[in-house]
């Protein structure tokens, strides 16, 4: 087995904000040579918060490590032919482009797979072809809101959007378990395919899981919904001098806690007994843990459900995630020198598959690997002047042949 799994695959990224490139980072920690493919703006999301260095902002950071960066001028002949050429000869093409922007840059499913028939061709997309909202441009919160996500979170209230990009960061894990899929099949056959992730069934399928609830039959059986996701008292519990993060759930669990809160009898109440009876007074049950954290601190009742083999644990928020006593002795954040930004502290990829892993690639700098890129593609020389001829890196002067970022982002990858 190679040092990662993906060693010797090539993916040619061409996604932008959160999905596609949340894909690709798991591509390039599984050990795929990423190359991120950015119009002479950026991707977007290298302004987020980039208080540090002009287009190097922590989402980008973050999302973006692992891959090098190639900037293409898309709009002028010479940069789609060069952009060909890098598809051609990869393994997976990811992007995040609406179909019509695709089709105009050559870019459908049929003519790369015409070009490529190896190819794993991985299009996101808001909406699944042939449907009503299949040409929708798509986001994080409309898909939150279609999705059903939205009316869960808020109860039978005002809708509220799960506070972070729940949506974006489930669709790209699809994304890339579907393009392992595929590439396996392709190991198969030999032959590539294309598929498509639609951001809309995505998560509605995800969601469905235990919301559906009576509609899982036909007729249906009963109300949606989850009963113990939906009660009020499903929370943190507040202990005297803080909160825990307390989860019965199992016969033997519930036997456990009643016998640790001194109330072994409740085992025997008919409502308590099974999982289903349970689920029908969930509020009364998850009040009742409620109050009884109450009584002793979060030291103590850790302590007192440890032994009794009940899940609990600590409630952080995310500054105390980098001090968390289990993630520190893990490992889990790893300090990478970054050639502009200097030490960073990332979360590295929390299934290790493969032995002595390399150290993780910093996220690119706009460009920065172009002329690296373009010359294992073959072009030369001259090809590469008339490439980059535009484009220069941030304080070098016009005429070198470093890419910089221009503020015309390309609307056709959004």
């Not at 898309?74 to 995040?96: M, Q, S, T, Y």
């Not at 209230?157 to 099949?185: C, F, I, N, W």
């Not at 072009?379 to 890419?403: C, K, N, Q």
């Amino acid at each position: 087995m190679p040092r990662r799994p993906l060693e010797g695959i090539r993916v040619v990224d061409m996604s932008t904000t959160f999905t596609g490139p949340y894909c690709t980072m798991l591509l390039a920690q599984w050990g795929a040579d990423v190359v991120k493919v950015e119009a002479p703006g950026g991707d977007v999301v290298r302004y987020i918060g980039d208080v540090r260095q002009h287009g190097m902002g922590p989402v980008f950071l973050n999302v973006n490590q692992g891959k090098r960066g190639m900037a293409l001028d898309v709009k002028r002949p010479g940069g789609v032919e060069v952009l060909h050429r890098l598809i051609a000869g990869a393994d997976v093409f990811v992007h995040n482009m609406r179909p019509p922007a695709a089709q105009r840059l050559g870019l459908g499913r049929e003519a790369v797979l015409a070009a490529n028939p190896r190819l794993v061709y991985c299009a996101i997309r808001g909406y699944g072809a042939g449907g009503t909202y299949s040409d929708r441009p798509a986001y994080d919160d409309v898909i939150q809101a279609g999705s059903g996500m939205a009316a869960v979170q808020g109860g039978t209230g005002q809708p509220e959007y799960v506070r972070h990009a729940a949506a974006d960061k489930t669709v790209g894990l699809m994304a890339a378990a579907s393009t392992l899929a595929a590439l396996h099949g392709r190991a198969v056959s030999g032959e590539g395919c294309a598929i498509e992730v639609p951001m809309f069934e995505t998560m509605t399928n995800f969601m469905l899981l235990e919301q559906q609830g009576g509609l899982a039959f036909d007729p249906p059986d009963g109300p949606p919904g989850y009963p113990r996701t939906e009660s009020p008292h499903r929370r943190p519990a507040r202990t005297r001098d803080g909160f825990l993060a307390v989860m019965v759930y199992t016969d033997a669990q519930w036997r456990s806690f009643f016998a640790a809160i001194g109330q072994k009898h409740l085992a025997d109440d008919p409502r308590y007994r099974t999982i289903r009876e349970r689920t029908l007074h969930i509020d009364e049950l998850y009040a009742l843990v409620n109050e009884h954290m109450k009584t002793r601190t979060t030291a103590e009742w850790s302590t007192i459900l440890d032994e009794y083999g009940i899940p609990s644990g600590p409630v952080n928020t995310i500054p105390e995630l980098f001090e968390d006593p289990h993630l520190v002795e893990t490992g889990f954040f790893e300090v990478v020198e970054h050639p502009s930004e200097g030490s960073l502290r990332l979360p590295r990829h929390p299934v290790p598959i493969g032995d002595d892993a390399p150290a993780v690639r910093p996220a690119p700098l706009l460009g920065q690997h172009t002329l690296e890129v373009a010359r294992e593609l073959g072009l030369t020389e001259a090809e590469i002047d008339e490439l980059v001829a535009s484009m220069t890196f941030p304080g070098v002067a016009s005429g070198s042949r470093t890419p910089q970022p221009r503020d015309d982002h390309d609307a056709a990858l959004h």
